[in-house]
């Protein structure tokens, strides 16, 4: 097999397990990190219930009837290949809102247990990861059909064959990006805090911490989804697995380990403790939102200031205008600092005891760092002596002073 292949083959057979490994951890050895045999593991991999499937098929039936029918202005996308824009919905912030009132009521009339995301934690990750497989196995017949697939199917499976799939004008990867793993995440945070006050009659500082950091950070996602339709999921990624298994699995199941983790873990924060932590997020979320709306009035106005002053940057051969004043003279992804502080900020509110609460941190480093490497040989490539030139201007990639 080649380097093609065997990269998504074992990316496939890792991923997968190691959410079931966390889960276990969590579940069974207090968010220690063991190392359970095969067996054990595969033992722990529970069947889905009918309650399990049952929400989860309710939760995505839901989400598409919003992303077709919530009110919401229409939107053109970034040009295609041939020119054209494809239309989208931009309706996230009306679902957002309706889902979490959705939920509430449901759980505080008691036609959904508040804390049902601790009690189905397991066999609602085994339905999300069967749901995704499918989905992507649906999109790689998809592609056949349409005659995109090429001779590796390990690959064309994995990475996808189609940069839009639509169905009836219903845009898979659109609505999986955002739709049913990022609001789903604010609700399973939510009743790991109601789990946590049925066990204990209590919901500490720590995991009301948690949930607040976590919920401004998926609140503002979709009060500003028009920035969805410019990164680079969806500008340049085909669907297929990577993408629909990282939408529905990863994020709801991997990025709420500090909440689960927190619900049998009461310890109290010291007041300092708790105003440093919320200093952290914040300063983090400045740094972050700021950085990005700075960038983006920039490409729709560059005469338009820059704290203050007309903007400085380089023009390049082909056309682009490379911002090097405001945030973006300080570092070239002074943004993902904002990321990386804010990730921070979530994990310490579990404490030090054990690391598995602070994977988040340790995965965003690895993901942000290889993220820039790709935009820089991307950039590279498009504009030659021109960002060579820019990297000059702009020295730091994320961390100034350090890297």
């Given at each position: 097999m080649s380097r093609r292949t065997l990269g998504p083959l074992g990316l496939m057979l890792v991923l997968p397990p190691l959410t079931y490994y966390f889960w276990l951890c969590l579940r069974d050895h207090d968010g220690a990190l063991v190392a359970p045999s095969l067996g054990e593991l595969i033992h722990n991999v529970p069947a889905p219930t009918p309650r399990a499937l049952a929400l989860y098929g309710a939760w995505l039936a839901s989400q598409i009837v919003l992303q077709l029918w919530a009110p919401g202005r229409v939107q053109a996308g970034v040009p295609l290949a041939d020119g054209s824009r494809l239309p989208y919905r931009l309706n996230g912030w009306v679902?957002?809102?309706?889902?979490?009132?959705?939920?509430?009521?449901?759980?505080?009339?008691?036609?959904?247990p508040a804390g049902v995301a601790f009690d189905e934690f397991g066999p609602l990750l085994t339905t999300a990861?069967?749901?995704?497989?499918?989905?992507a196995l649906g999109l790689y017949a998809q592609g056949r059909r349409a005659g995109s697939t090429t001779r590796d199917p390990i690959h064309d499976y994995f990475m996808g064959t189609t940069l839009n799939p639509r169905l009836r004008g219903f845009d898979l990867k659109y609505f999986c990006?955002?739709?049913?793993?990022?609001?789903?995440?604010?609700?399973?945070?939510?009743?790991?805090?109601?789990?946590?006050?049925?066990?204990?009659?209590t919901v500490t500082t720590a995991m009301l911490l948690v949930n607040a950091f976590q919920f401004l950070y998926v609140a503002d996602y979709f009060f500003h989804e028009e920035a969805i339709l410019t990164t680079w999921d969806i500008k340049h990624e085909k669907f297929g697995w990577m993408l629909a298994w990282g939408d529905l699995v990863w994020v709801p199941f991997t990025y709420t380990i500090q909440a689960y983790y927190l619900v049998d873990h009461t310890h109290a924060l010291s007041p300092a403790a708790t105003a440093g932590m919320v200093a952290l997020n914040m300063a983090g979320y400045a740094i972050f939102r700021a950085s990005n709306i700075q960038k983006h009035r920039f490409r729709r106005d560059p005469t338009r200031p820059v704290w203050g002053r007309p903007p400085e940057?380089?023009?390049t051969a082909v056309g682009s205008l490379l911002l090097t004043s405001g945030w973006w003279g300080i570092a070239r992804h002074l943004n993902y600092l904002g990321d990386l502080a804010m990730a921070l900020a979530w994990c310490l509110p579990t404490g030090l005891e054990h690391p598995l609460p602070y994977f988040y941190f340790a995965y965003m480093i690895v993901l942000l760092v290889h993220r820039e490497r790709r935009d820089h040989d991307v950039c590279r490539a498009k504009y030659g002596a021109d960002w060579d030139a820019y990297c000059r201007k702009v020295r730091w990639r994320i961390v100034p002073g350090v890297y």
């Open positions: 679902s957002f809102w309706v889902s979490l009132a959705a939920a509430l009521v449901a759980g505080a009339a008691g036609v959904i990861n069967l749901i995704a497989g499918a989905l990006e955002s739709r049913p793993g990022l609001i789903l995440w604010v609700l399973f945070d939510l009743s790991l805090a109601a789990a946590q006050y049925e066990r204990h009659g940057y380089i023009r």
